[in-house]
């Protein structure tokens, strides 16, 4: 049978409880195939089985490319004129500075943007892969201590993933992607952002579909009810070191948006910024889950559906922003930027005989975004950072550079331009970048 909205492991245990529920001696179902088996002596009516899944997001009937419902276009439209005046009102008050302010030390990308979609993913695929291991946790257990293994879960989890971010964050030192290879990875992470707002959007139920899931397997084991231990001493202590070795556990679950902020965390190629991603997305997820551990389920009634399309909207914008920033990098001729210059620019000085050129990285990126310097001339190059973002990390192979960083205070490095031409520098995500540009100093 077809069944249409399942997108997760957790999706069909619950498609296939309502089948048993409604008559049936065995099923399964496939997310991934929008399918539902079932067997039996005596099968259920299709009005049965409908019945059965009135109280779920599910229903009979294959998934449709776009939605018809018009609740759901309204919802988005409203969204993407609010999120629209959100970002105009930002770039033109300076408040988007302000706001970036906050992620100081952040390493790469905003911290507050990351804590967000830690916030979304826990009442939506973190939730569907990690929601039934939630509440079981102590399902069983005395009210007094219910919460004693939730908040050990979240602990758990919070400092987990700052550990094993560090340690991608120092893979990626060795290994991370730069130049066209990050590009593509970002234009890799950009695509699993955008299918991850199609989905919370609900624009198209078939390409809510197209994500990783756990097994079924798997999904009936998260939903067991173990009794942990909840006495005192070692026993207690016992109790709550499980599920906070199940938190730190998460991180390995295939959740999208996990695996978008892991790439992010990735291209860092520092630790510590790394563990500051991973960590802030930890705690965004902490309201959810903790909701789903008291019961309290209402961000995944109907009346949140126009708040998770709204953020759908905002992460869809954010993937564009992410996807078109990579496109740039690829491709530097799209910016269609024809760099003419007769004369230094102000932010360049000669100092000692050396030209000391400072760039300030702002909130949308780097300021002055083109420089003009004297070609075979010392440059002494200072990247000031009044904000800390991704253009804090800087990949700048064109001047002959290794890649640097102005996350802790202003970097200075120095380089001499011998040859006349415009080389373009950037942050290592390509959502930002700025240009040198070395002319013949004129005859006096």
């Known amino acids: 049978m077809r069944i ?117 993913a826990s009442v939506s695929t973190c939730m569907a892969l990690v929601g039934g291991l939630v509440i079981s946790l102590a399902a069983s257990a005395p009210a007094a201590a219910r919460m004693r293994p939730h908040l050990a879960f979240n602990a758990g989890r919070i400092v987990g993933f700052a550990a094993f971010g560090a340690l991608i964050g120092a893979f990626g030192r060795a290994f991370a992607p730069s130049g066209p290879a990050l590009a593509a990875t970002m234009i890799v992470v950009a695509v699993v952002m955008g299918l991850l707002g199609l989905r919370l959007t609900g624009l198209s139920p078939r390409l809510a579909a197209w994500q990783f899931s756990l097994p079924a397997s798997w999904g009936s084991w998260t939903r067991r009810v173990q009794r ?28 999208g948006f996990t695996q978008a902020v892991q790439v992010m965390a990735l291209t860092t190629g520092s630790p510590r910024a790394s563990a500051l991603i991973m960590g802030a997305f930890a705690v965004g997820t902490t309201p959810g889950l903790l909701a789903a551990a008291t019961g309290a389920q209402a961000a995944r009634t109907p009346r949140a559906a126009p708040a998770l399309r709204a953020i759908g909207v905002l992460v869809l914008a954010f993937a564009v922003t992410t996807a078109s920033g990579a496109l740039h990098s690829l491709f530097p001729g799209l910016s269609g930027e024809q760099i003419v210059a007769t004369a230094r620019t102000s932010n360049v000085v000669d100092v000692d005989g050396v030209q000391r050129a400072t760039v300030e990285i702002v909130g949308k990126g780097y300021s002055p975004k083109s420089t003009v310097v004297y ?24 001047l002959g550079l290794p890649d640097f960083d102005a996350v802790s205070g202003p970097a200075t490095v120095d380089v001499t331009l011998k040859q006349p031409g415009t080389y373009t520098y950037g942050c290592r995500m390509g959502m930002y970048s700025g240009t040198i540009t070395a002319i013949e100093r004129p005859s006096s």
């Not at 440059?379 to 800087?394: F, K, Q, Y």
């Open 228 to 255: 942990p231990d909840v006495g005192v001493g070692s026993g207690a202590a016992v109790g709550l070191a499980r599920p906070a070795l199940l938190g730190a556990a998460t991180f390995f679950l295939p959740c």
């Open 4 to 120: 249409a909205g399942m997108t997760c492991a957790a999706c069909e245990q619950t498609v296939a409880d309502a089948a048993l529920a409604a008559g049936a001696t065995k099923a399964r179902a496939h997310a991934r195939q929008g399918t539902l088996l079932i067997s039996g002596d005596a099968l259920p009516t299709d009005a049965a089985l409908a019945r059965s899944l009135a109280g779920t997001p599910y229903s009979l009937g294959s998934r449709v490319w776009l939605t018809k419902e018009r609740r759901v276009w309204r919802d988005v439209a409203l969204a993407g004129i609010v999120v629209g005046l959100a970002a105009i009102a930002l770039a033109t008050t300076g408040a988007g500075e302000t706001l970036q302010s906050v992620t100081r030390n952040a390493g790469s990308g905003s911290l507050l943007f990351i804590v967000m979609l830690g916030v979304t």
């Open 375 to 398: 070609a075979g001339e010392p440059i002494e190059w200072v990247v000031d950072p009044s904000v800390v973002s991704c253009a804090s990390l800087i990949d700048a192979t064109e």
